[in-house]
């Protein structure tokens, strides 16, 4: 068995994270817009001094349900008991048979986060 004194911190591999840090930081700086590029969240009309609203009396049962714990806690063990069941039928590929579900209903929900279905940036 492999330890990650002999993979993750070699210094091969410490010396590729230190670079990538490096590229990282200096593409980041230089890349930053400068004098009148600069755009402040005022410029784009977002307004820091909002409050959240509150939230209407949860009257009915399944709004009760929504805003607790239970359902991701559920969700969670029945991944984990699916992930279990996937683990024992196809052992080699059980994690990206898992991930891609996941994945996909992230992709159908993040687009509609706005209500547009399309991102837009000003």
Same mark, same amino acid.
């Given at each position: 068995?492999?330890?990650? #004194?002999?993979?993750?911190f070699t210094w $091969?591999?410490?010396?590729?994270?230190?670079?990538l840090i490096l590229l990282t930081t200096v593409s980041a700086h230089f890349s930053?817009?400068? #004098?009148?590029?600069?755009?402040?969240?005022q410029d784009?009309?977002?307004?820091?001094?909002?409050?959240?609203e509150e939230s209407a009396p949860r009257s009915r049962p399944?709004?009760?349900?929504?805003?607790? #714990?239970?359902?991701?806690?559920?969700?969670?063990l029945l991944t984990l #008991?699916?992930? $279990?069941?996937v683990t024992k039928a196809v052992p080699a590929t059980a994690?990206?048979?898992v991930q891609f579900p996941l994945y996909a209903a992230?992709?159908?929900i993040l687009p509609k986060v706005q209500g547009t279905g399309r991102l837009s940036i000003s």
């Open positions: 068995m492999l330890d990650f #004194g002999t993979t993750i $091969q591999s410490l010396l590729t994270l230190a670079i930053a817009p400068t #004098g009148a590029a600069i755009r402040t969240a784009l009309g977002v307004d820091l001094n909002d409050q959240p399944r709004e009760w349900l929504e805003y607790s #714990g239970i359902l991701p806690v559920l969700a969670g #008991g699916f992930l $279990q069941a994690g990206i048979l992230m992709a159908a």
